[in-house]
């Protein structure tokens, strides 16, 4: 077999602890383990550490290492030349790297390569690495591959080992963060990203919120100083640290002086989805807002002179100011009836919702859709712009029932909902969902706060 070790360029030897942490377990801790730390030059750039575990490992620490309790196997079959020379090569994946872009830099060969993605179902997933995607491999004193894992995320690891007789083995380990209850409110005084960022709310939160209540609030337009809401949602730890947010529990919003309220609840088919507390959908036929209001800088002023003819005529929708390629979404499910170019519309959709709705969108930059296709709720249809008879880069947004324009802002409250939680399944849903609204209730009143034991919870 050929000696690939030749690549690392030896710069120093760090006394530096094996970062792998989870491999030694403690069980272990009593080997002296003399490792010595390779690091590439730095044309090579970026992260590439080798380390080189030097010892003769008694076989129960050498399967720590490789993390395969199930095997003796392992140890038993590698020679003692194996045990000395084992080294630890980290790899992370860049822009336009390919696998054999990795393997190469780690000193494998083609060959070896070609070995493990021929091994299984399970080695094509190594075919579609993500850049920060990490890989780590583990070589032999003759340069061979002895196992190689891939670290999709902080949650997930994909592992392959070479087996006594010479193959390689697939392993998905897998880990459960630890999930806490967080409570977070906020009074819109600036904007619900200002405020919410200033909560503590992540952008994603609060997406997730404007999504829960889309049919309610049209968040580019309804949202006044005053507004306020509160949310219960899991964050999740990995190692006492924090890695991400989990989904929101239950959450009201105040808009305007009226609040809404929603709860997660999964249904005894497991669907998950929001309801209200008395078990309505929150998903309903046509969203509020049919532009991503994330990237609405300005409101409109709908009372303003019409910019191009000065004077105030009838205004048949509701304009969104937003830039220039700001993504425009389907208002509901439907079919589109009309996509094309008008020098009055500019680039515009008309989409059908059933029998008696139509949502047309105008002035569009681009149209995503043709005429004839099939759209899903917030499917994006198109992107804001500034064709046709537009003094700057807005969507003109209308709604038709039976023909006639109404006012999508109060139109969609009034239409039929969504499908509520059916009566064989209300006493399910109430035992569920009625803890998470106690919790949002009591998290909200300051006066409870000073117990001391619920707010260990409340960060
Ligand atoms: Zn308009």
Do not use: C, W
């Not at 075919?127 to 990490?134: F, K, Q, S």
Request: no cysteine; glycine share 8%; net charge positive.
């Amino acid at each position: 077999m050929q000696d690939h070790r030749k690549n690392p360029r030896l710069l120093g030897a760090l006394g530096k602890h094996f970062p792998r942490t989870h491999a030694l377990a403690a069980g272990v801790a009593s080997f002296a383990l003399a490792l010595t730390l390779f690091i590439s030059t730095p044309d090579v750039e970026a992260k590439r550490t080798a380390l080189e575990v030097s010892l003769s490992l008694p076989e129960s620490a050498v399967q720590q290492i490789h993390e395969q309790p199930e095997a003796p196997t392992t140890a038993a079959a590698a020679p003692p030349s194996v045990m000395e020379g084992l080294r630890v090569v980290q790899e992370t994946v860049r822009n336009g790297d390919t696998l054999s872009d990795l393997f190469q830099r780690a000193g494998i060969s083609s060959a070896e390569m070609y070995q493990l993605l021929s091994s299984g179902q399970e080695a094509k997933q190594l075919a579609r690495l993500v850049p920060g995607e990490e890989l780590t491999f583990q070589i032999d004193g003759e340069g061979s591959l002895q196992s190689l894992e891939l670290h999709r995320d902080r949650l997930s690891k994909v592992e392959f080992s070479r087996d006594n007789s010479n193959e390689y083995k697939y392993a998905l380990h897998q880990r459960d963060p630890e999930r806490y209850t967080a409570f977070r409110q906020a009074e819109i005084t600036n904007s619900l990203f200002v405020d919410g960022s200033k909560a503590g709310l992540s952008n994603n939160l609060i997406m997730e919120m404007a999504d829960i209540f889309g049919s309610d609030i049209d968040f580019a337009l309804d949202i006044r100083k005053g507004d306020k809401f509160s949310v219960v949602f899991d964050e999740e730890f990995l190692d006492g640290e924090k890695i991400g947010n989990g989904a929101i529990q239950a959450v009201t919003f105040t808009n305007q002086g009226k609040t809404f309220s929603a709860v997660r609840y999964t249904d005894s088919n497991g669907d998950t989805n929001y309801y209200t507390p008395d078990g309505k959908s929150m998903r309903k036929a046509f969203i509020r807002t049919p532009v991503d209001f994330a990237r609405i800088s300005s409101h409109f002023n709908p009372r303003r002179l019409h910019p191009i003819h000065k004077t105030r005529r009838p205004h048949n929708g509701t304009d969104y100011a937003a830039p220039r390629g700001t993504p425009v979404y389907s208002a509901g499910d439907g079919r589109v009836i009309k996509a094309g170019y008008t020098r009055a519309n500019g680039n515009y959709v008309f989409i059908q919702h059933g029998e008696r709705y139509i949502t047309r969108y105008l002035h569009l930059n681009k149209r995503n859709v043709k005429r004839g296709q099939r759209v899903k709720q917030r499917q994006v249809i198109g992107t804001v712009g500034a064709t046709g008879y537009a003094t700057g880069p807005h969507l003109h947004y209308e709604f038709l029932v039976d023909g006639h324009h109404r006012n999508p802002a109060t139109i969609v409250r009034k239409l039929p909902k969504a499908k509520a939680i059916p009566q064989s399944e209300m006493a399910r849903f109430q035992t569920q969902t009625q803890p998470l609204m106690a919790q949002l209730e009591r998290f909200e009143q300051p006066a409870l706060a000073q117990n001391a034991d619920e707010k260990d919870s409340v960060n």
